[in-house]
């Protein structure tokens, strides 16, 4: 029987602390046992009481387990200060209440997470706009790039022509960068060795399908999804999105796609790579449909954001097919939920690894034997970033025959990072040089030469200027968390709403953020390079560099947040005197020339120098100087409320541990993948690996799982037929519950 189709949406998963006691998953108590008890309870008024008893016992400490469980979901070591002092701001409450929305136990309400834009109003801020002078804000709408210099080849006089004296000027200014502590820092080194490690001809002849097959994929234009052969369904779906045409890289991989090869796909942000797996992979669950409910398609991608936008755009262009159910595996959002409704077997579960794996070796029901197609999104991102040791783990649990999508804005991985994945000669589409931008972008930047002190200050000023009325979008990229939330604070006391995303925050911090940002109920957006992938929010109309990134690469994902599905769209960037932020400067103006000389007049983008009034700026930093004291105590005052909050969470934590001490040790331990434990037992047995010959990965494995009591690393044989025997009785005994009571759903498609 097909699993009922529910609509989620992201916030579905979002454990909220209004989630009424019938949404709480049974975790020990089957239905059954509860029916069983109401009978009990009939026959023997006695034997009832203790029975009821029992059962709230039960209900007691299943609600002290989720909330365990919550906990796991929530981060903990988020810290804005760099002292020694865990303060957790992750927090989000204990869901102790009694059926109260949003009481405690007592009634009384339990207080989630600190306000810090109440605290920053206490202190004078958010409230009016500091003043600057206005007079020029007026007229920005209208003169647009006035302000602005073309830049000439070699960018601020910094020499891309001579590309070679990078060396000297490294030893001037080398210190420069030297210690950023950089989160997320994306493929930092992805060119570094470029060159020494560049793939033979003869490797690409004997990995990658013939030359002629991609290039024949190239050839393929649409001027409309009919002629691509598509379900009515899906053509009404993609209608329904406003997606007309098929852009480049949707024309050339959806029939490759549909003939079930394996493709390795890049093409720039924002060009639609994620409708063109989304496409072939509907359609294909169309066309072959499934005898019983079972997951066929895993999306992987590497943030929990990403994944909710690739289920969202999934699950409009499948709105109009039956029963095509999607499903959610990703870290932070509830474990519990995710669980029941992989239960259901979805067609499509789009995860992120370890989340994925977690639920593979732990979620009994789950199963991925009938896997036919594994889609890696940000495919180099997930090859590069340390995620190597889920993959292969995933890479296991998965079935060998399978096709295989992998799309990336940048796909520059070599060979030899690709062969674990166990491709079958797949076909290589890049569509557009890998190394440019939205051709209507606009990139400007400034030259902040000694002037870092002034930065947030200039960062003001350009807001203001840009959008005075807080009606643009405008997403700030920063090099670390601490100065995001810093900058937020110092932004908040000259009058200005902005908000954050990094990866300190919860998962429901992070969404409500963007929700925030979409809404433009909080116009700017300060984040760090977590956010500089993938992330699809419509209608940004600025992204501002306030620390450049580390690379050319990393800076194309930022400005491509920007300019999307051609719109037009403004990048600023801050440059410092650093040989790296020069030579990205360069880069930018050398694809921007490059790019101009195919393009038409009207799709052309720019390259240009912004001028500052450094005299404005200098009045607004004197603003800002004048609060660091403010700044600080705003800062202080925020960890003083976080410690109470936590020290209230620990208290009742306590409480419950101590109610419900035996049901609690009763549960299995569940394994984490990722565990720090984990991680350094990869690294010891990396190590040992290298001195001595026996540690292959299965060894390694066993090791794992023998150091985490006894648990098994993988299902055997044996588990999997016992699941699915389980599974199966289950789906009967819910089949026949179902048709008693006439609710039986029809066959499959
Ligand atoms: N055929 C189409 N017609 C019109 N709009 C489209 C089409 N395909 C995709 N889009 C829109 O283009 C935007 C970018 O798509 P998408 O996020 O899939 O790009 P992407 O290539 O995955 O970008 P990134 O590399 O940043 O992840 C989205 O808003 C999407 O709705």
Redesign the pocket.
Known sequence: MAPTTKKFSALDFVPTISDSESDVPDLDLSDNEEEEVSEEQAASQAKGKKEKKKVQEKKRAREAVDDEDAHEDINDDFKFELDQDDVSTGFQGWDFHNGDANGGEDGEAVKKDVDLDKIIRRKGGLIKMAHVEDSEEEQEESKSDDDDDELAMDGFGMGSAAKNDDEEEEEESGEENADEDVEESADESADEEEGADEDTPQAISDFYAPESESAEAKEQTHTNFNSLSLSRPVLKGLSN???????P??SATIPIALLGKDIIAG?V???????AFMIPIIERLLFKPAKVASTRVIVLTPTRELAIQISD?GKKIAQFVPDITFGLAVGGLNLRQQEQQLKLRPDIVIATPGRFIDHVRNSSSFNVDSVEILVMDEADRMLEEGFQDELSEIMQLLPNKRQNLLFS?TMNSKIKQLVSLSLRKPVRIMINPPKQAASKLVQEFVRIRKRDHLKPALLFNLIRKLDNMGQKRIVVFVARKELAHRLRVILGLLGMKATELHGSLSQEQRLDSVTKFKSLEVPVLICTDLAS??L?I?KIEVVINYDMPKSYEIYLHRV?RTA??GREGRSISFVGESTQERSIVRDAIYSVENVNKTVAKGQRGKALGRNVDWTKVEDTNAIIEKSADTVEEILEEEKQEKEILRAEMQIRKGENMLKHKKEIQSRPKRTWFQSEKDKQNVKLLGALSKTKKESNSKQRKRTEALEEGGRSYKKTQHDRTTDQERAYKKQRTGNSRSAKKGGKKGGRR
Do not use: C, E, M
Not at 241 to 247: D, E, M
Not at 269 to 275: D, I, L, V
């Open positions: 999105l406003g997606y007309t045409k098929p852009s890289i949707q093409a942000t924002g060009s639609g790579k994620t409708a755009v804005a992938r993938g699809d419509p491509g999307r599905a």
